[in-house]
């Protein structure tokens, strides 16, 4: 007989901290990073956040039962499949109830679910949405990080009083660019930045 393994397909990535329940993002830890760090630049950012000038860094915040990880994770996930018995199983979803002859070997059982189940999700589509509380403006696959990492050490010498040329080579040294950039670019990248940073003051990002 054959031996069966439980579904391990994952579209998010799951974590667990002590004391509380397994729970997954939807994106990258480095986007929430980036999120944190042009919070602390605005310093006027939703109160979820918590006071941000009070924790050491980044991984401090994100560890905390109350902010970090908390803000950002996807609810539990409940049971797909139920054993029904003669209790009433009540979900806030379309079921489907199927009586299973346990006398009938699994494989045959199997494959005669899978063929009801796929007539009944013909033309279905599975998109993972989130259900975060707060949750990035964009898919992952359209969140350059280096690129906005780039809009926030531009904004951040700036406010240090460098002068634009005096950033482009600093950014140039920390290999954001590969060569000397122009002007324009410099500007470019503040400019993008103020966005970002109106953009964290109403909880979005980027």
């Not at 803000?71 to 797909?80: N, S």
């Not at 379309?94 to 679910?113: F, G, M, V, Y």
């Not at 950033?167 to 470019?188: A, H, M, N, T, V």
Request: glycine share 4%; net charge positive; with cysteine.
């Amino acid at each position: 007989m054959s031996t069966y393994k439980p579904y391990v397909k994952r579209h998010i990535q799951t974590f667990a901290f002590k004391g509380r329940k397994r729970r997954g993002l939807l994106w990258t830890k480095s986007v929430y990073k980036e999120w944190f760090e042009f919070a602390l630049l605005s310093n006027t950012y939703p109160a979820d956040f918590g006071q941000l000038n009070s924790f050491k860094n980044f991984e401090e915040w994100w560890k905390h039962q109350s902010y970090g990880f908390e803000l950002f994770c996807e609810p539990p996930e409940g049971d797909q499949v139920i054993e029904m018995t003669g209790t009433h199983v009540s979900l806030n979803k379309e079921l489907l109830t199927l009586a299973i002859d346990l006398d009938c070997h699994p494989e045959k059982l199997i494959s005669r679910i899978r063929n009801i189940i796929g007539r009944k999700q013909k033309n279905m589509t599975f998109e993972v949405k989130s259900n975060a509380r707060y949750q990035p403006s964009r898919p992952k696959k359209h969140i350059k990080i280096k690129t906005i990492e780039r809009y926030r050490h531009a904004y951040t010498l700036q406010k240090k009083g460098l002068k634009r040329y005096e950033i482009g080579e600093e950014l140039q040294r920390l290999k954001f660019y590969d060569q000397e950039p122009y002007l324009r670019e410099i500007s470019r990248d503040i400019q993008n930045a103020k966005k970002i940073l109106k953009n964290v003051e109403k909880g979005i990002f980027p």
